[in-house]
């Protein structure tokens, strides 16, 4: 009998753009088509999703933008392109429910984050609608009274 292993969501890589400059209105789930160096360079923290995104073509959910760095060790051969497109995995009534949202002025797709679920690669992308400069400003201004807010508090609590 083997040893099983704990089963973790733990993250790789977070995209704190995306939140920042829309507002995620539907967050889902998928999978990622992966070469061997690719999951290897993940395995090491090599990867970077802040300029990533998806789209629907041809039926197809595919991501671009997402930049894992070479493995070091491996040859010419074998290595992998550090920004190619990658196809997403997912069930073909979820991208059709995609596309349709997508049809819609200002919707866009972006990756959240990429994380090992049973021991394997998933991407946690949003459906979101872009802030405009005013949104983004108006949400940084509650962020700010809230945290002076709660400043006050623990102030008045320890006296």
């Known amino acids: 009998m083997g040893v099983k292993k704990k089963q973790t969501n733990s993250d790789i890589a977070t995209n704190k753009k995306a939140r920042r400059d829309y507002e995620i209105l539907e967050q889902f789930e998928?999978?990622?088509?992966?070469?061997?160096?690719?999951?290897?360079?993940?395995?090491?923290?090599?990867v970077n999703i802040s300029d990533a995104?998806?789209?629907?073509?041809?039926?197809?959910?595919?991501?671009?933008?997402?930049?894992?760095?070479?493995?070091?060790?491996?040859g010419a051969f074998f290595q992998h392109e550090a920004k190619r497109t990658r196809?997403?995995?997912?069930?073909?009534?979820?991208?059709?429910?995609l596309e349709q949202h997508l049809a819609q002025k200002g919707c866009a797709l972006t990756a959240l984050r990429m994380y090992w679920k049973n021991r394997r690669v998933k991407i946690a992308i949003g459906l979101g609608k872009g802030k405009t400069h005013r949104d983004q400003r108006y949400d940084?201004?509650?962020?700010?009274?809230?945290?002076?807010?709660?400043?006050e508090v623990a102030r008045f609590n320890r006296r």
């Open 140 to 151: 940084l201004k509650a962020r700010v009274e809230m945290r002076e807010a709660q400043r």
């Open 87 to 97: 196809r997403l995995l997912m069930h073909k009534k979820e991208i059709l429910k």
């Open 53 to 74: 995104f998806a789209r629907v073509e041809r039926g197809q959910l595919l991501l671009y933008g997402c930049d894992i760095q070479p493995w070091e060790t491996a």
């Open 30 to 46: 998928c999978g990622i088509e992966l070469k061997g160096t690719e999951v290897k360079s993940i395995r090491e923290g090599r």
